[in-house]
């Protein structure tokens, strides 16, 4: 099998229409950004989640340098603004790997962008993690070499949101503004 090199998506003039909305839900493991994005999904909005892209369907692990899983998520989410539907973009999406690529969607998107970090400390993400169906998978110690901490992509759109209150609430902040 012939491996294809990774690349940056190349920019486009713009992507999406005018009245479609791009939510980006960033933020460390267990900061709650796939439960908040399945429960906006019935908006309706479509959900591309940076995990599903990249280990289900890519069969990748995330790495610093870059992957197909970059491409393959900026691909998708435009493709979708493109064919009229609202989108929910989640994921830890590391600033330094997805930074740019980000950036890009949310410069080049017609419509209106609602861009969100979960702000969450390592101490709660090992409790969450802890507590899932995941903890076998791995260990505080791993997490800690991966952690990503503040990663903010410092952007004027960019809220930070602090992950250790009620999913409802952080929701319920969320879904307010998108009927603004």
């Not at 400390?121 to 800690?144: C, G, I, L």
């Given at each position: ?12 003039a ?52 870059l ?9 998708t ?11 929910v ?15 890009r ?18 101490d ?57």
């Amino acid at each position: 099998m012939t491996q294809v090199q990774p690349r940056q998506p190349a920019a486009t003039a713009s992507v999406g229409a005018t009245d479609t909305t791009l939510v980006v839900l960033r933020g460390p493991s267990r900061a709650g950004k796939s439960s908040l994005a399945m429960a906006l999904r019935d908006r309706p909005m479509s959900v591309v989640g940076q995990d599903h892209l990249r280990r289900i369907i890519l069969k990748e692990r995330d790495k610093l340098e870059l992957t197909a899983a970059v491409e393959l998520i900026d691909m998708t989410v435009r493709f979708c603004l493109d064919h009229g539907k609202d989108v929910v973009l989640e994921g830890i999406l590391w600033s330094q790997k997805y930074g740019e690529m980000v950036r890009r969607l949310v410069a080049d998107h017609r419509g209106r962008n609602l861009v969100y970090y979960l702000q969450v400390d390592f101490d709660e993400t090992v409790a969450r993690h802890t507590a899932s169906s995941q903890a076998a998978e791995w260990t505080a110690d791993a997490m800690r070499g991966w952690w990503s901490g503040d990663d903010r992509l410092g952007i004027p759109e960019e809220v930070v949101l602090d992950a250790s209150l009620p999913a409802a609430q952080t929701l319920a902040r969320i879904a307010a503004d998108l009927d603004r």
